[in-house]
């Protein structure tokens, strides 16, 4: 008779509903149903799986999703288009740089990467709207929530202080984006990717605003693996397996591939594993999505406000 493990599996799915309940919350104050237009120009199976999956999400929980199949030549035109169709309130494409800073789901436009990066965290002074975040980066912050990784005993934006994190890929619109979050959050992270070792940190007591980047020359997975209390794993493809032997004892492990990175002995080591985390990125991508609407309606209010006490306060001109 096989030993019990005592690690515990979270799934994706769990963490969504939590969100997905704060996005229904949201949507009665609404209107209307928001409108999130999905662009494919490629045949992807894993992104036609997302879209698929961004589909029945919405349908599920009062969203409308428009997917569009374009040619890639075409995809430009088609987004500087949606940027300028009142009728959209949300796009889901990575080519992010052309989309419009108002309907920006995936939060990969200049204005929230750079947001992001210098841990600016509102969007206007009043500290009323947030700055959108990338979803799955995002996604994993929110499962790191649910699992009580973030001590809400410290003060807010520094709550994984004491936390080390090793996160096994270091792209563009995922692992760089959630090294900086993460360190911004208080952590020291090691980013790791096929050139070498990143450690992202504030500094000793985190006395820094945002997060610094030093390289680790020389530095290993044997060097970082040991010391970090969580491991993040995201790299595509079947052939790559985490080295499950250089896990600290009671570890939590988390899966952002869409490869199983972790073999079935992780449940050996780490004390809590979470396989996947795709339900819980298209329930941050809603959220994202009535975030967007949020901060337009507040917009839109604060103008009529300032309209109407211009008005008021106008000076009266008597003419004799």
């Not at 994984?160 to 995922?174: K, P, Q």
Request: net charge neutral.
């Amino acid at each position: 008779m096989a030993t019990p493990t005592s690690c515990k599996v979270v799934l994706a799915g769990s963490v969504a509903q939590s969100l997905l309940a704060e996005v229904a919350h949201g949507l009665q104050k609404l209107e209307q149903a928001p409108i999130l237009a999905g662009f494919l120009a490629n045949s992807d199976p894993a992104a036609r799986m997302y879209a698929h999956w961004t589909d029945r999400t919405c349908k599920e929980n009062g969203f409308v999703f428009q997917l569009r199949n374009v040619g890639r030549e075409e995809l430009e035109e088609h987004i500087l288009a949606a940027n300028h169709d009142d009728s959209i309130d949300g796009i889901d494409q990575y080519l992010q740089q052309i989309v419009d800073v108002s309907k920006d789901v995936e939060g990969l436009c200049h204005k929230y990467v750079f947001n992001m990066y210098q841990n600016i965290r509102f969007l206007d002074e009043r500290r009323l709207q947030k700055s959108v975040l990338p979803c799955t980066p995002l996604a994993v912050i929110k499962i790191l929530e649910y699992l009580r990784i973030y001590n809400e005993i410290i003060p807010y934006g520094n709550r994984l202080f004491g936390h080390f994190i090793t996160i096994v890929n270091r792209s563009e619109v995922v692992g760089r984006p959630l090294a900086a979050l993460l360190a911004n959050d208080g952590a020291c992270v090691y980013s790791v990717d096929v050139t070498g070792i990143q450690q992202f940190t504030r500094g000793e007591g985190i006395k820094n605003k945002r997060h610094d980047v030093i390289e680790k020359k020389g530095w290993t997975l044997e060097d970082c693996v040991p010391l970090s209390d969580v491991v993040i794993s995201g790299v595509p493809g079947d052939s790559y397996k985490f080295p499950i032997h250089l896990l600290r004892e009671g570890a939590v492990c988390i899966n952002i591939s869409s490869e199983k990175n972790f073999d079935a002995n992780v449940k050996d080591k780490a004390s809590i594993y979470v396989p996947s985390i795709g339900k819980t990125t298209i329930a941050v991508l809603l959220r994202n999505q009535l975030r967007l609407v949020e901060n337009r309606r507040d917009v839109s209010m604060a103008i009529d406000h300032q309209h109407r006490d211009t008005k008021h306060f106008a000076p009266h001109v008597h003419i004799k």
